[in-house]
């Protein structure tokens, strides 16, 4: 059987964790308690060096600590239902719009919370590496998010999935990036329409209580 390592209240791994029930894959789960520093521990660096979660171990002993290699892995171990495009353009605009929302939206937010949270002084970046805090990043971030939230709002106008006619990785990341917004107050605002529209079909699939 696999196995999650997984903490339920972070966003990476209920990326992971919405991934598998989408897929109705049954893993172990084991909780790595961030806020206690479990992720530290020798115990849990020894699974993995990074110190992050999700960890994904397989049943060759063989870890993956990367969303996207775990979906990737998961998507070839399952095929169906298709959460990565049915084709190779299908599956080029699951990536594209998966890296797209990751690196606009998920980052964006990550850098608010990461560069202002009095809990994560001098832990500006997941990992056990100590890095300050850059207060600027965090205002970038709040500069860049609703322009994100815009251009996701108006692709999503006359669409049902953010890419192809399927439910992908990409809905899945979107949905976990725009709840994480609320983290920082900093959820998209109520006019725009279609992404909300979308954000109520999103986390009424039973996979998104994972
Ligand atoms: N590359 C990883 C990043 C995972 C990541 O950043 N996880 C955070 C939780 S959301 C973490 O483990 N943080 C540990 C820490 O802050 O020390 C992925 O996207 O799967």
């Known amino acids: 059987m696999l196995t999650l390592y997984d903490y339920t209240p972070a966003p990476s791994p209920r990326r992971t964790r919405i991934f598998l ?14 806020r206690a520093g479990e992720q530290f521990n020798d115990q849990f660096r020894a699974v993995n060096p990074r110190s992050t979660v999700p960890a994904l171990k397989l049943e060759s002993g063989i ?15 399952r095929p169906d239902p298709p959460l990565m495009g049915h084709d190779a353009v ?10 797209r929302i990751e690196m606009g939206g998920l980052m964006a937010v990550a850098e608010i919370l990461r560069n202002t949270s009095k809990g994560m ?16 990043l965090a205002e970038r971030g709040r500069l860049r998010l609703p322009e994100f939230y815009k251009h996701m709002n ?6 049902e999935f953010i890419a ?18 609320a983290w920082v107050k900093a959820s ?15 986390s009424a699939r039973p996979a998104s209580k994972a």
């Open 21 to 34: 029930a989408e897929k109705n894959i049954d893993v172990a789960n084991v909780q790595i308690d961030l």
């Open 63 to 77: 870890i993956l600590t990367e969303n996207l290699a775990i979906a990737d892995y998961l998507n070839n171990l």
């Open 90 to 99: 299908s599956r080029a605009e699951v990536l594209q719009w998966n890296s």
């Open 121 to 136: 002084i001098d832990r500006a970046l997941p990992g056990a590496l100590k890095l300050p805090q850059i207060p600027a």
């Open 154 to 159: 108006r692709h999503l106008e006359g669409r």
């Open 164 to 181: 192809g006619d399927h439910y992908s990785l990409a809905d899945i990341t979107l949905l976990v990036t725009v709840d994480f917004s």
């Open 188 to 202: 998209p605002d109520q006019n725009l329409t279609h992404l909300w529209r979308w954000h109520s079909m999103a």
